[in-house]
């Protein structure tokens, strides 16, 4: 049994005294509940309250009658909780898939027999039996997921909370994750707590719970949730996927003019990277200034290798890349200026201590002058944000919704010509979303050329011209 008794959270350092307010909850035995919300309403902040992460300002939480921010290891024992965070890279501490499953297993002292067993059993559970050599961090967003799931099985927690944890598969990966919490976990009973903004998602569980600006508004039945929260404010709060494409169709022929200039070009290019057997072969593949191209595929299938190879960040191995018809050789050929690339997990990249600074660091490196505030501020309105209530925040105390929207400021603050975005929509709720598209919008009325790997095929088919499929490391 999990229980909050009347919880209250506030960041040390915040402007707002509480962050989260008066929060009372008792979730059973083997319930799956569903943590759902816009960014910044708590969702996260309360996941790792129940985990012991945190520790509430006010009121208590207790996991099976024990503190989870007092609680030591203790070896003899099953762990009460286990968590996987948002964005699985930041989780993974070793250099093989092998040893991030006997990691924690060797942190609980596990038997070198057991510890053996449990290794073949989640590997053979989980599939991720071809990936034990492989860095954790080389494997698809779909392998990653099933990977943190296989390290918690192992272990063996009583309580499974899990921070957001579709949000980096596709269509395909989220039925086959879906499949293996429901064989690994419900079966034995574990409770399983997950914080999302995907409307399609809280229909598979048991309860949700709603939260808006640290408070719960909503507590019960998935089919309730409708009747007690005006649509506007789930509409605002959550993602609905509605539009489906086929990878096997042809691509749309509106958007792309004959008449316009190639920016990027590829000619029976090769490309690899991370250390493993994959490669993407391109045999022909080019955009056009102005266009805006959409890249989707299933887990694995090359979306990130190919925006790299397009963006000059990652040299081919054969063939010819060329860019703004300046061939591309190697990494020093990579036009900074011109090209803007928002990686899959920018946050990871932060290190200013002010949004005003994270933001303007890009500005300063390219354009020569210090003095970017009015660039900063005018950048996060393009991103969808107040520069009021954001420039003067730490980047690092905000939620990972907004965190992205600072990361696309820093990439919209840059006059290039050429955009990469990767994944732009991983936990973006409904109305951060359509920030995005008017983002996009914008970038192409000055005259800008986009290019969007996702897995977000709605997504896709509402902001792009053009569509280009992968599939096994080939265009469609």
Known sequence: MIRLDDVSFAFPDSARREFLRGITLAIG???????????????????????????????????????????GVDSRRVPAIGIAFQNPDSQFVTSSVERE?????????????????????AARSFSIEPYLARNPHSLSGGEKQRLVLACLWAMGPRHIILDEPFSFLDSLARKAFLEALRDS???????????????????LADRVI????????????????????????????????????????????????????????????????GGNAFA??????????????????????????????????????????????????????????RVAF??????????????????????????????KSDAAARSLIDAGLSPELFLDRNPFHLSQGEKRLVALASVLVLDAQLFFLDEPTIFLDGAARRRLL???????????????????RTFLAECTDRIVALENGRLL
């Open 29 to 71: 035995d083997g319930e799956w509940v569903a943590i759902a919300g816009g960014n910044g309403s708590g969702k996260t902040t309360l996941c790792r309250l129940l985990a012991g992460i945190y520790r509430p300002s006010a009121g208590a939480v207790m996991v099976d009658g024990t503190d989870p921010a007092r609680a």
């Open 101 to 121: 499953l006997l990691f924690g297993l060797e942190n609980l002292g596990t038997g070198e027999d057991e510890m053996r067993s449990r290794l073949a059993a």
């Open 185 to 203: 976990f419900r079966r034995e009973g574990k409770t399983i707590i997950w914080s999302t903004v995907d409307a399609e998602e809280l229909m």
């Open 210 to 273: 709603f939260m808006d600006a640290g408070e719960v508004r909503f507590d019960g039945a998935p089919g309730d949730l409708a009747r007690s929260i005006p649509a506007l404010d789930l509409d605002r709060s959550l993602v609905r996927r509605d539009v489906e494409i086929d990878p096997y169709a042809a691509p749309p022929a509106r958007g792309r003019r004959s008449d316009a200039a190639p920016v990027v070009e590829m000619h029976e290019a090769r490309f690899s990277s």
């Open 280 to 337: 993407l072969d391109v045999s022909s593949f080019s955009i056009v200034s102005g266009e805006r191209v959409g890249i989707c595929g299933p887990s694995g299938s090359g979306k990130t290798t190919l925006l790299l190879g397009s963006a000059g960040l990652l040299p081919s191995a054969g063939g010819e890349v060329a860019l703004f018809g300046a061939r591309v050789a190697s990494r020093r050929d990579f036009p900074a200026g």
């Open 342 to 371: 928002l990686f899959q997990s920018p946050e990871e990249g932060f290190f200013a201590p002010t949004v005003r600074e994270e933001v303007s660091l890009a500005c300063r490196r390219f354009a020569g002058n210090n003095d």
């Open 438 to 456: 008017s983002a996009l919008d914008r970038l192409s009325a000055r005259g800008g050329t986009t290019v969007v790997a996702s897995h977000d």
